[in-house]
């Protein structure tokens, strides 16, 4: 088939899917069977758009969904809405900030999950690099996991270290990471 | 559906989510903002300067000639280390020549016309890359910044247990705390893979000093253009003895008549004038994500092969599309449209985000006048300091201080609703001493 042709039927599939979970979501009890059907329609246009065009197909497709589900929402914005008693928006997190965190210094904390984060996340691609060139990977590829990782790695152990309660949990985390990491440091001229 | 995250996880997330959200948010918001209006890079090139010459093509002798032209017209000053022909496109149909000291626009038959005037959307190109600042240190803060939006997402993520169920969901015209965190989370979700995409790719942009200087002083002694070569090519080795001009004409009827389905739009010369002078084609392929395939030539136009972004390693082709799926120049003016649309989208939720933190200030019983109006002051200031740096570009011209211009008017946008609501304040403050002066008066007599 025509990849211009399989670009819109993956376009109309992606439409179906937003359309199909907007109902299923809508309801008052859950669907299976619709909610089945909506990531279906919208995995099936997605994999129309990657036969279509590849990555670039893909990228344009998550496009369109996204953009159906923001004119589903400009619909929902507009509703009118009962209007009860101004009160505090009730959410699963409600009150979370209201718990006294522990004490400790926002300084050390921002410490522990910025630059030590980051330096850990550095050592843990580099590491990958070195793993990918003992495997037998290209140098690019190799070269391209760090630049890729770091921006990935570094966020989620942020993020994962500003979880945690303890601070002795913290440094263990950041310190086990760089660790573990380090020593393929030694590796790093390796190429095969 | 729901994730089964438990709700001691999820009060974590949300203590996480906000401390990085504040952190963040006033640059964030700068970034996303300025992130949005550069999608349109080339319109406002366009619309800078509305005279150039414009067409849909040129031909390769025409390109000669303005190169020929512009080297003439350097010939008694330092000779450029790189000369930079820019072919027409469909989103910016001109040909524009840059060197190291200046950059001309030529018409269809290869004459120099005129300088090429477009500073503000350089300005505007700088200020979301490096925040104005040098390089290294700005798009270093510029991808820290990127990188805590992967972090906001996943923690907003893990922090939303109803995320699908409530997906659809907007109580925009309660028009109160609920309807700003109905933005916020809505807005966030419908946007998770788009910011994903942007933050992950402009993080991966602004890191570069970090994790590629780290790996070029791991792996090649500090030398970051040998760790980017496997990836991009290296440079070959230069002779600076003097030679002829290089002639690109046979390289460009080489591509229209051996790459037919590819799009050439620049022709690089290296070290031109000198023996070690060497060109590159860089041409785009058609419904890829790459930003291009280089096409190496020597001086006489002679081809000799390709670096390997369209079709060599897989992190060659990934490290190749960061850039247009970071800045949304894959498709046309539907893309752009809708990577403005989601950038709005993302600058609404940095925006909301803020608000919702002083809402719950507010409910805590912790008074947030003079923060909630120096947030507003910042939201509503930075798009009109950029409006107001477009009409000094109008009014001005093209030498205006953008820069200057940009930042004293943030920094009033933020002082000037603080000094009024401190004023209000007061003025609230003095008038319940006088009422309560009044009632001892009355009680006393």
Redesign the interface.
């Known amino acids: 088939m025509d990849?211009g042709l399989l670009m819109w039927l993956a376009a109309v599939f992606a439409l179906t899917g937003v359309a199909v979970?907007?109902m299923s979501?809508?309801r008052a009890t859950?669907s299976t069977p619709l909610?089945l059907a909506g990531w279906g329609a919208l995995l099936v246009g997605l994999a129309l758009a990657d036969r279509a065009?590849?990555?670039?197909?893909i990228?344009?497709t998550?496009?369109v969904?996204?953009?159906a589900?923001?004119a589903?929402?400009a619909v929902?914005?507009?509703?009118?809405?009962n209007?009860g008693p101004?009160?505090?928006?009730r959410?699963?997190?409600r009150g979370?900030?209201?718990?006294k965190?522990r004490s400790r210094s926002g300084l050390l904390t921002?410490t522990v999950a910025g630059p030590l984060a980051?330096g850990a996340s550095?050592l843990f691609?580099?590491a990958i690099?070195a793993l990918i060139l003992f495997g037998g990977g290209?140098?690019?590829?190799?070269?391209?996991?760090?630049?890729?990782?770091?921006?990935?790695a570094?966020?989620?152990l942020?993020?994962a270290l500003?979880?945690m309660?303890r601070r002795a949990d913290q440094f263990a985390w950041v310190l086990g990471i760089a660790a573990l990491a380090a020593p393929f440091?030694m590796f790093?001229?390796t190429t095969v | 559906?729901s994730f089964a995250f438990a709700?001691e996880?999820?009060?974590?997330?949300?203590?996480?989510h906000?401390?990085?959200g504040l952190?963040c948010c006033a640059l964030l918001y700068l970034i996303c903002v300025t992130g949005t209006a550069i999608v349109l890079y080339e319109e406002w090139q366009r619309f800078e300067q509305l005279d150039a010459p414009e067409m849909s093509q040129i031909e390769p002798a025409a390109v000669q000639r303005a190169i020929e032209n512009v080297l003439e017209s350097e010939s008694d000053g330092p000779s450029t280390t790189h000369l930079y022909v820019h072919l027409p496109t469909a989103d910016l149909p001109r040909t524009t020549i840059t060197t190291d000291t200046q950059a001309v626009h030529v018409d269809a038959q290869g004459e120099v016309v005129a300088p090429e005037e477009n500073a503000w959307a350089e300005f505007l190109l700088a200020l979301h890359y490096r925040l104005n600042l040098p390089a290294l240190y700005g798009m270093t803060l510029v991808?820290l910044f990127?990188?805590?939006?992967?972090?906001l997402a996943?923690?907003g993520v893990v922090?939303?247990?109803?995320i699908?169920?409530?997906?659809?969901?907007?109580?925009?015209?309660?028009a109160?705390?609920?309807a700003t965190?109905d933005w916020h989370n809505?807005?966030a979700v419908?946007?998770l893979?788009?910011a994903l995409?942007i933050?992950?790719t402009g993080?991966?942009i602004g890191?570069?000093y970090?994790?590629?200087g780290?790996?070029a002083a791991?792996?090649y002694g500090g030398d970051s253009e040998a760790?980017?070569a496997?990836?991009f090519g290296d440079e070959p080795e230069g002779d600076s003895s003097p030679a002829g001009i290089p002639n690109a004409a046979p390289a460009l009827a080489f591509m229209e008549r051996e790459y037919p389905e590819v799009e050439p739009y620049y022709v690089i010369l290296h070290d031109p004038g000198t023996a070690g002078q060497h060109m590159q084609i860089i041409a785009e392929h058609p419904?890829?994500?790459i930003f291009g395939e280089y096409y190496a030539f020597d001086a006489a136009g002679d081809f000799h092969g390709t670096v390997?972004l369209a079709d060599?390693?897989?992190?060659?082709q990934?490290?190749a599309?960061t850039y247009n799926?970071h800045f949304g120049n894959?498709?046309g003016l539907p893309?752009k449209i809708?990577?403005i649309?989601?950038g709005i989208?993302l600058s609404v939720v940095v925006a909301t985000g803020t608000f919702i933190w002083l809402d719950?200030r507010e409910?805590?019983g912790k008074a947030s006048t003079r923060l909630r109006a120096a947030w507003w002051g910042l939201v509503a200031g930075v798009p009109a300091a950029l409006v107001l740096t477009l009409v000094a570009r109008l009014v001005l011209g093209n030498t205006a201080p953008f820069v200057a211009i940009f930042w004293i008017a943030c920094v009033l946008a933020v002082l000037l609703p603080v000094i009024a609501a401190q004023r209000s304040l007061s003025g609230q403050s003095n008038r319940e001493v006088a009422a309560s002066a009044g009632m001892r008066g009355i009680e006393a007599s």
């Not at chain 1, 101004?86 to 928006?89: D, I, V």
């Open positions: 990849a979970l907007r979501w809508g859950r909610n065009a590849g990555e670039w197909g990228a344009v998550v496009l969904i996204g953009a589900a923001l589903a929402l929902a914005a507009c509703k009118p809405v209007r101004r009160k505090a928006p959410t699963a997190h979370a900030n209201e718990i965190p921002f980051l550095l691609a580099l690099r290209a140098e690019a590829d190799a070269n391209v996991a760090v630049l890729a990782t770091v921006p990935i570094w966020p989620v942020a993020f500003l979880m309660s440091l790093q001229g | 559906m709700k996880t999820v009060r974590k997330a949300i203590s996480a906000s401390a990085l952190v991808g990127g990188a805590m939006i992967v972090a996943v923690s922090a939303h247990p109803r699908f169920r409530d997906a659809f969901r907007l109580r925009a015209r309660r109160d705390d609920v965190m809505r807005l419908w946007t893979p788009f995409a933050s992950l993080a991966m890191l570069f970090v994790s590629g780290g790996l791991a792996g760790a980017l496997p990836i419904r890829r994500l390997g060599g390693t897989v992190g060659q990934l490290s599309s799926l894959y498709g893309v809708a990577y649309l989601f989208a719950k409910r805590r």
